[in-house]
């Protein structure tokens, strides 16, 4: 393996979770997996690069090489695993536009959550880039969260940055095989996965907020 190549391992846990990839409006739903899109948010509030930025659009464009694999990791009670959730937050906004330009006093929303839920991030890419985002992750200059501010990590997010992909894969899942777990793995083209998510991020501005999609085979 290339000197020049590491893998960032990453922590994620949390009484709540949230993931979204396709949802906007009045219901906002959670995927099962971290997005990337979250991870490099997280990333950029980490660094301290203001939305629509050049340096966020320089690190996007950066992020866009690395490949990520999210990994469920099971929690257990009493010698059982413990089951993850989803959680539906009833969320009232004011003073929304509505359609014809008018101003709404209340507009009700739905959010949705996972809950107990843990994940082991696996980031492979340039050296130098995942250096810059373990040691923003080690000390944030902006609070990171977990999908959307209130899912606070209950845990460290930064796990260790390794120069092998097994040792940064133990720090996450220790000795047991990978074989064993769900995971998302990042791949290259259709014939390795057939699924797409439109979470790979271009522009994080908020008034052009543009995603791409990424292609992912789930496992087992």
């Known amino acids: 393996m290339s000197s020049e190549i590491s893998f960032l391992a990453l922590r994620l846990e949390g009484p709540l979770q949230s993931w979204g990839f396709d949802s906007q409006y009045n219901r906002r739903n959670t995927g099962l997996m971290p997005t990337k899109s979250a991870i490099a948010g997280m990333c950029c509030a980490a660094l301290g690069w203001p939305r629509g930025s050049d340096k966020e659009q320089g690190f996007l464009t950066s992020f866009g090489t690395v490949r990520m694999t999210a990994?469920?990791?099971?929690?257990h009670r009493m010698k059982k695993e413990f089951p993850v959730r989803r959680l539906q937050d009833y969320h009232t906004v004011q003073n929304t536009k509505t359609a014809d330009g008018k101003n709404k006093d209340c507009h009700i929303t739905y959010r949705l959550y996972l809950t107990d839920a843990s994940f082991g991030v696996l980031i492979e890419g340039a050296s130098s880039l995942l250096k810059q985002i373990a040691g923003a992750l080690s000390n944030p200059v902006w609070g990171i969260w977990l999908g959307r501010k209130n899912c606070i990590p209950s845990a460290p997010v930064f796990a260790g940055l390794k120069d092998n992909r097994d040792d940064a894969m133990r720090l996450l899942i220790g000795e047991k095989p990978i074989e064993s777990f769900t995971r998302q793995e990042e791949v290259e083209n259709f014939?390795?996965?057939?699924?797409?998510?439109?979470?790979?991020p271009v522009s994080?501005?908020?008034?052009?907020?543009?995603f791409s999609p990424r292609r992912v085979q789930t496992l087992p």
């Not at 994080?204 to 543009?210: D, K, N």
């Open 71 to 75: 990994i469920a990791i099971p929690k």
């Open 191 to 200: 014939t390795e996965g057939r699924d797409s998510l439109p979470d790979a």
């Open 204 to 210: 994080f501005a908020t008034e052009r907020r543009l």
